[in-house]
C-alpha cells in the first residue's frame, strides 16, 4: 500500500491560515470517513488532532479543522501559533481492512 | 488516562528477531478497543504495521505480514511485537497505541530500536 500523498512542507506567518492536503485512493479516503490527523513535534509521539474527516477530540484547539473532498482530505490551522510547528501525518483506513499514513508535511511558522 | 508504554532491546542484530512489549495502565487490553504497533524509520514518517483485538482478531501491514508476530497477556495488561529476519531497513522508532474506533487517540512515548552488527 502506498503512502497517502501529502506536500513536504507548508509555511505560514503567525496569525495566517494554511491547509494541508492529503491524497489518497477509492480504496482508502475516497471510501471511507475514517480520516486522522495527527501532529508530531520532534522527539515526541504523534498526538491525535483530528477524527472521522472533522471532529476535533476534547482539548483540542478549534483553530485546528478538517474536511475531505473525494480522495482528498485537508487540514486548516487557523491564527497560526509557533507551537503550530511541527509535522503532521494524515491516515485513512482501507478496503483492505488497513491503515495507510500520510508522507508527512513539515509545518514552518516564518 | 490511557497510559502505554513500551520496553525491549535497543540492538538487534541482523536477520534476528526484534521484540518489543507494550505495558498498558489506566485501561484493559480487555477493553472493546483495538490496538496498533506503528514504526517510523529515522527522518522519515509513520508505518502503521500491524493491529489487534484482544478477542483474537488481527490484520497486518501486507508489507510486513509475513514476519509480524502479535502476542497477547490478558493478566499483565500488555502486549508484545516481534518481527522476524530483520534488516538494517526495520530501524525506527516503535510506537504502541490505542485505538478509539478508527483512529489511535493514545500513543506510548516509542521504542528506538537500531538493526545492527
Known amino acids: 500500500q502506498s503512502a497517502l500523498t501529502q506536500p513536504a512542507s507548508v509555511s505560514g506567518s503567525p496569525g495566517q491560515s494554511i491547509t494541508i492536503s492529503c491524497t489518497g485512493t477509492?480504496?482508502?479516503?475516497?471510501?471511507?470517513?475514517?480520516v486522522s490527523w495527527y501532529q508530531q513535534h520532534p522527539g515526541k509521539a504523534p498526538k491525535l488532532m483530528i477524527y472521522d474527516v472533522a471532529m476535533r477530540p476534547s482539548g483540542v484547539s478549534d483553530r485546528f479543522s478538517a474536511s475531505k473532498s473525494g480522495s482528498t482530505a485537508s487540514l486548516t490551522i487557523s491564527g497560526l501559533q509557533a507551537e503550530d510547528e511541527a509535522d503532521y501525518y494524515c491516515k485513512s483506513y482501507t478496503t483492505s481492512r488497513t491503515y495507510v499514513f500520510g508522507s508527512g508535511t513539515q509545518v514552518t511558522v516564518l | 488516562q490511557v497510559q502505554l508504554q513500551e520496553s525491549g532491546p535497543g540492538l538487534v542484530k541482523p536477520s534476528g528477531t526484534l521484540s518489543l512489549t507494550c505495558v498498558v495502565s489506566?485501561?484493559?487490553?480487555?477493553?472493546?478497543?483495538?490496538w496498533s504497533w506503528v514504526r517510523q524509520p529515522p527522518g522519515t514518517g509513520l508505518e502503521w504495521i500491524v493491529e489487534f483485538h484482544h478477542t483474537g482478531s488481527i490484520n497486518y501491514n501486507p508489507s510486513l505480514k509475513s514476519r509480524v508476530t502479535i502476542l497477547i497477556d490478558k493478566s499483565k495488561n500488555q502486549f508484545s511485537l516481534n518481527l522476524h529476519s530483520v534488516t538494517a531497513a526495520d530501524t525506527a522508532m516503535y510506537y504502541c497505541a490505542r485505538h478509539g474506533a478508527y483512529y489511535f487517540d493514545f500513543w506510548g512515548q516509542g521504542a528506538l530500536v537500531t538493526v545492527s552488527s
Open positions: 489506566g485501561g484493559s487490553i480487555r477493553s472493546n478497543n483495538w
Open positions: 477509492s480504496s482508502d479516503i475516497g471510501t471511507y470517513n475514517f
